[in-house]
């Protein structure tokens, strides 16, 4: 079974930045793919990010429309953590933010098999 790990989420000001992080723990993948997702209330789930890896090389990333150019997703450290760093953060980016794994995915519309329990952050004007 895997496990993964959310840490960063939290209150912010609009304009700020955060650095999400997940770490995939009970097994070791030398192939993942791994995406971001964020829910905000009265919302359905939405795509934000994906990377995926093989070995020590980085494969593919995408970005939501939402997103791009503002935020940046990588993979470091002997753990794979993969991070989502947001910057100039708005109202809109208010979400329940979850990370997912799918280590036989190839791009962002695969069908994730592991889902982290999701951290809140929220912005305020």
């Known amino acids: 079974q895997v496990q993964l790990v959310q840490s960063g989420g939290g209150s912010v000001q609009a304009g700020a930045s955060l650095r999400l992080s997940c770490t995939p723990t009970?097994?070791?993948?030398?192939?993942?793919?791994m995406g971001w997702f964020r829910q905000a209330p009265g919302k359905e789930r939405e795509f934000v990010a994906a990377?995926?890896?093989?070995?020590?090389?980085?494969?593919?990333?995408d970005y939501a429309d939402s997103v791009k150019g503002r935020s940046t997703i990588s993979r470091d450290g002997p753990l794979n953590t993969v991070y989502l760093q947001m910057n100039s953060l708005n109202a809109a980016d208010t979400a329940v933010y979850y990370c997912?794994?799918?280590?036989?995915?190839?791009?962002?519309?695969?069908?994730?098999?592991?889902w982290g329990p999701g951290t809140q952050v929220t912005v305020a004007s």
């Open positions: 997912a794994a799918e280590p036989a995915g190839f791009y962002r519309t695969a069908r994730y098999t592991y």
């Open positions: 009970g097994r070791t993948f030398s192939n993942l793919l």
């Open positions: 990377i995926r890896w093989a070995g020590s090389t980085t494969e593919y990333t």
